[in-house]
């Protein structure tokens, strides 16, 4: 387990957590490399390749998630969430792990719909700096190496 | 409540369904690409089109291996080196040659990412240490395909392009024999 990282719905980062100490990235890196993300994952729904889900009719189209939801390179993987309101939640492990992640990142969001959200000082689209949260994420990780 | 959004479309017999683009770069431009679902008639009307989003392409993979490559710790090209490095100085120049083989065997690859998933794609990634990448778009679900496309690099392309002598470095590819491999050998990677 390496990173742990939140974006708000217009690719700024909101929230980070480093779980190893290998990683050496200053906050000015973080935030440059967490609004990259977001725009790779623009980037790619817009690669044009043949969807076999066009005839699709459902009122929530427009809300459907088509940005990238897996990387895997040698060594690490970075697994993405992409909530229904534009949070992206996404976590960098060693890919070793068999655990299914994506289980883990929904409860993410659910703290964050909890702790965050519920804060009435906590102001929409600013980090967050709240201490529960980071207990709360801290003990939900806690169990993976 | 979440939309459930993890239905699996349904996978026709055509091996058409599962894989979709084959793109090779060359430094910053695209020397090859195909489309693997459509008829080489509609292929000619999108070219204005079809260039739009090979750079678009290229300019992602540009950005993920950069993102790759900062936020995790494992770097790519010290894997390289460091393999050389380990080995007993005495032991250089009897082990020279064996090393050598070595990293050309493990280490065609130097990209920082492998592939990379949508909710309607698969992208598999090569890329080596003269600058040539390989792009593979497939069905989301086709499981990692880095090995096939070392394959195509170490067989067809070095066979057919790189010691063919009319072929200029960095010129678009323009072989019919190159097409027919490059088919029949995805077509036998359906089957297989």
């Excluded at chain 2, 770069?25 to 260039?51: A, V």
Aim: charged letters at 25%.
């Amino acid at each position: 387990m390496y990173s742990l990282y939140v974006n708000n719905q217009h690719g700024t980062l909101v929230y980070q957590k480093h779980f190893s100490e290998e990683i050496k990235l200053n906050s000015n890196e973080e935030i440059r490399l967490a609004s990259m993300l977001h725009g790779i994952s623009t980037i790619s729904e817009k690669i044009n390749v043949y969807s076999l889900y066009e005839k699709k009719t459902n009122i929530f189209q427009s809300l459907e998630k088509k940005g990238i939801e897996t990387i895997e390179g040698d060594g690490f993987k970075i697994q993405c969430y992409d909530t229904l309101t534009g949070i992206k939640i996404f976590i960098v492990h060693k890919d070793d792990l068999n655990i299914e992640m994506n289980t883990y990142l929904k409860r993410v969001y659910e703290l964050y719909s909890d702790i965050i959200l519920k804060n009435p000082f906590y102001d929409i689209d600013m980090p967050i700096r709240s201490a529960v949260f980071n207990e709360q994420i801290e003990k939900l990780f806690s169990n993976i190496s | 409540m979440i939309l459930s959004n993890e239905k699996i479309p349904q996978v026709t017999d055509k091996w058409g369904d599962m894989y979709y683009y084959f793109y090779i770069f060359y430094k910053n431009q695209c020397i090859y690409s195909i489309d693997l679902k459509n008829n080489n008639t509609q292929e000619k009307k999108k070219k204005s089109n079809k260039n739009e989003t090979e750079k678009l392409l290229l300019g992602s993979i540009y950005a993920i291996n950069y993102l790759c490559s900062n936020i995790q710790p494992n770097k790519k090209l010290k894997n390289l080196y460091k393999s050389i490095s380990n080995s007993n100085p005495k032991l250089i120049n009897t082990n020279i040659q064996t090393q050598n083989n070595i990293n050309t065997q493990e280490n065609i690859h130097v990209g920082n990412f492998n592939c990379f998933n949508t909710p309607f794609y698969k992208l598999h990634y090569v890329e080596t240490l003269t600058a040539y990448k390989f792009v593979l778009i497939t069905h989301k679900n086709i499981p990692n395909l880095s090995n096939f496309l070392k394959d195509i690099y170490k067989t067809i392309f070095i066979d057919l392009i790189i010691l063919n002598p009319v072929y200029k470095i960095g010129d678009e590819i323009k072989d019919k024999m190159f097409d027919e491999k490059i088919l029949e050998k995805i077509k036998r990677l359906y089957v297989g």
